[in-house]
Each structure stands twice: as structure tokens, then as C-alpha cells.
């Protein structure tokens, strides 16, 4: 079955502990993408990647890292979380870049940081 | 300024009867792509529908329409007999071709949708 899997579905840390978020995809897609969700401003594009090794910011990066060691996989990592990081995180992958591709996300992950 | 706008924060419908959710977009590009998504309690995000530009027909998905207008840049989705199951948070999206390097999805704020029995 064709899916973009994240782990974990809920985190609860503290402020300042690292945290990785991981998102694996199996359908050999070229584009993924970290999305987060907050009340009223829907979805924000945080990092992109467009193939191994190439990844850019989107327009929230700031706290966040990310690595695309393999096509399957794009990690999301928090160095140092603060509370303005809780959030509803998704991981997205399209096959190819153009305004018609569907995009498929992943389950989410429910981030919160005390 | 806002690139898609939802003006609708939460709704109500009864059972069986259609509601539209509205949705406007900016853009000064003449090719892109209009999505719908729905999110249910449970968080996921689930594709609905897509309508492209230069698609001179309104696109349906089963009980799903879209309603796409394009001098007034509005594409509102029309859910049609609604359901129980329709309750939840329905997402607009638009992803334009130019400087969108990231193949980004923006996204408008979302309105919640609740059916009454």
C-alpha cells in the first residue's frame, strides 16, 4: 500500500531536549516536504526536499533541521524545542514538481513542548 | 496578503442537505492548481478533489463538487446530502508553478464543518 508513514503520532517533551520526528514514504517519490498546522493559519511549508542530499527552507524553518540521506526518508529535527513548537506536524510526498500533483501526507504528529 | 482565504471558521448543516464552503485564492499566475482536503478528529489529512486553471469544466468526485469561478478567483467546495462522517475540518489549498521551488501546498486557515442529525 502507497503511504507516508511518521513516527511518533504523539510526543510530549521539554523544552531544550532533541527530538527527530522521522517520515518514510514508499512510493519512490521525489519531493517531501514538513508541513506544520496551527489553529487558523492552516498548513505551513517548513522544509522541503527535492532528492538526496538536496533540501531548502520553506517559510517557517527557523528551529528546525532536516537531512535526506535516502530517497525514502526525511527526518524532521528539533535541536532545541520551545513551547512555540508545539504543533500538528505532517510529512508530505509528491512524485514530481507541477501544480496537478496530489500530494500524500502522512498521518501526522501531534508535538508538545512544556 | 492571505494567499488563500476561508472566511468561514465553523458551520453547520443538517443531514442530507448540501452546504458549500467557500474559498477564495490570489495569484497573479495563469496556471495552478486548486485543492481540497478534509481532516477528521482523527488528524489525517484526506485529498478530496482538484480543479486546474485551465480546466474548463467544474471537477466532481462523487458527492464533492467544486464550484471554480475564476475572474472572482473562488473555489468553493460543495458537498452535496451531507453525512455525519462529513464532520470535520475541510482545507483549501493552491500550489502555483513560479517560484515555488518546494512544490508547496499554501494552504488557507480551514473551516470546520459539523453535521446535525
Known amino acids: 500500500e502507497a503511504q507516508v508513514t511518521q513516527n511518533p503520532r504523539y510526543l510530549i517533551t521539554v523544552t531544550g531536549k532533541k527530538l527527530t520526528v522521522t517520515c518514510s514514504q514508499n512510493?519512490?517519490?521525489?519531493?517531501m516536504s514538513w508541513y506544520r498546522q496551527d489553529p487558523g493559519l492552516g498548513l505551513r511549508q517548513i522544509y522541503y526536499?527535492?532528492?538526496?542530499?538536496?533540501?531548502d527552507k520553506g517559510d517557517v524553518p527557523e528551529g528546525y533541521k532536516v537531512s535526506r540521506k535516502e530517497k525514502r526518508n526525511f527526518p524532521l529535527i528539533l535541536e532545541s524545542p520551545s513551547p512555540n513548537q508545539t504543533s500538528l506536524y505532517f510529512c508530505a510526498s509528491s512524485l514530481s514538481r507541477g501544480v496537478n500533483t496530489e500530494a500524500f501526507f502522512g498521518q501526522g504528529t501531534r508535538l508538545t513542548v512544556v | 496578503a492571505q494567499k488563500i482565504t476561508q472566511t468561514q471558521p465553523g458551520m453547520f448543516v443538517q443531514e442530507k442537505e448540501a452546504v458549500t464552503l467557500d474559498c477564495t485564492y490570489d495569484t497573479s499566475d495563469q496556471s495552478y492548481g486548486l485543492f481540497w482536503y478534509k481532516q477528521p478528529s482523527s488528524g489525517e489529512m484526506i485529498f478530496l478533489i482538484y480543479?486546474?486553471?485551465?480546466?474548463?469544466q467544474n471537477a466532481t468526485e462523487g458527492r464533492y463538487s467544486l464550484n471554480f469561478q475564476k475572474a472572482r478567483k473562488s473555489a468553493n467546495l460543495v458537498i452535496s446530502a451531507s453525512q455525519l462522517g462529513d464532520s470535520a475540518m475541510y482545507f483549501c489549498?493552491?500550489?502555483?508553478?513560479?517560484?515555488?521551488?518546494?512544490?508547496?501546498?499554501?494552504f488557507g486557515g480551514g473551516t470546520r464543518l459539523m453535521v446535525k442529525p
Open positions: 480543479q486546474g486553471s485551465y480546466d474548463e
Open positions: 526536499s527535492m532528492n538526496v542530499e538536496v533540501t
Open positions: 489549498a493552491m500550489r502555483e508553478p513560479y517560484n515555488n521551488a518546494g512544490n508547496m501546498l499554501t
Open positions: 512510493m519512490n517519490h521525489e519531493y
